[in-house]
């Protein structure tokens, strides 16, 4: 078992039954940046904040400084890259503050999350949709939107799944029913999943 999930079920046993789904995440992730492609995230409220919080963790370094080495730092120069940082591609939806409020000003703000995806996703790229109960309209409807497009999609969610684990092409589902409880335990699984990828990408620190 890799070191991080081992270190996160000595934590938190009650994950024990989401190892596999935590796994094929990694796999599903692991393979769409090696392959150049990137990370969609989306949720509302707090999970919006978690999708911040996840892309946060992917876009500059974690555990491991994630030094710029090789050609890339012959290009940047010692001065540039030295005050880089190696980051792998994801983008929380919760952002395009005129987007957003053009959208919902003009348009109906249910599907305002599902013309992002359209917009910016791409096959071979993953959406994952942040959801407690698992049934916000908003993220159902893009990840609707991120399957018709050839996007890999994950639902994390609580431990119902809800429409969205009906949806989703692989769920992820904390095993708890109140929304803060479920909330509590989305935060160490990102954060697990992002070390095992930094690991993966830019080696242990």
């Not at 989401?18 to 999970?47: D, H, Y």
């Not at 910016?120 to 609707?144: F, H, K, Q």
């Not at 994390?156 to 589902?173: C, D, F, P, W, Y």
């Amino acid at each position: 078992m890799n070191p991080h999930l081992d270190h996160l079920l000595s934590r938190f046993p009650s994950l024990a039954a989401c190892t596999p789904a935590i796994e094929n995440a990694f796999g599903i992730l692991s393979a769409a940046f090696r392959s150049g492609n990137k990370l969609i995230l989306c949720g509302n409220g707090g999970s919006a904040a978690d999708a911040e919080h996840w892309a946060g963790e992917l876009l500059k370094g974690f555990l491991s400084p994630r030094s710029i080495t090789g050609e890339l730092r012959e290009k940047l120069g010692g001065p540039l890259a030295d005050k880089l940082q190696g980051g792998l591609p994801a983008i929380p939806l919760s952002g395009f503050l005129a987007f957003q409020s053009a959208f919902a000003n003009d348009c109906d703000n249910e599907f305002a999350y599902a013309q992002l995806v359209l917009a910016l996703g791409r096959p071979g790229d993953v959406l994952i949709g942040i959801s407690t109960s698992g049934n916000s309209p908003n993220i159902c409807r893009a990840t609707e939107t991120a399957n018709a497009l050839g996007l890999r999609t994950i639902a994390l969610t609580g431990n119902t799944g809800g429409r969205l684990a009906k949806i989703a092409e692989h769920s992820i589902m904390a095993p708890a029913k109140t929304v803060y409880l479920i909330q509590e335990l989305h935060l160490p699984i990102y954060h697990c999943l992002s070390l095992m990828l930094e690991d993966e990408f830019f080696g242990a620190p």
